[in-house]
């Protein structure tokens, strides 16, 4: 029943996200798989895929508690890369919803600013993936 409510749960953070891109003007489709995939990303499963005209975005929708999943992430952004038209985009979310609060971003301004020091501290410190998550996020909150 957890795993049930869980995946409901993820399924609804994906629907407000590509709500979110609908919203500027965007045509989006679910969790594609199968022959609604490109062939270069036949060996993933990305959340949603946003389009718009020649552009093109690969999104998965993460919360803080599901970066487990780093290296296929990264995999499928690496994919993503190489074609033209595309971009990969990662949607880190916060707590239930926080993230679409009236609009408003996951962190102030000085959370930002400060958060901006704990990646910097990763980096000289050779944790790459972990100033890689934050430092995503924070361009998430900025966009």
Known sequence: MADLTARESERQRVQKVGQVYRDKGYDVLLEPQGDRLPDFLQAFRPDLIAYKGDEH???????????????????????????????????????????????????????????????????ENGHLEAAFLIGWSLVEATL
Do not use: M, Y
């Not at 190489?82 to 102030?108: H, I, K, M």
């Open 57 to 123: 975005i690969v999104v998965k929708v993460r919360t803080r508690g599901q970066v487990s999943d780093f290296p296929q992430v990264n995999e499928l952004a690496k994919a993503v890369r190489n074609e033209t038209d595309w971009r990969f985009q990662l949607v880190l979310l916060g707590p239930e919803n926080s993230f679409f609060v009236n609009g408003a971003s996951l962190f102030t301004v000085e959370e930002i600013r400060s958060k901006i020091v704990e990646v910097a501290f990763f980096v």
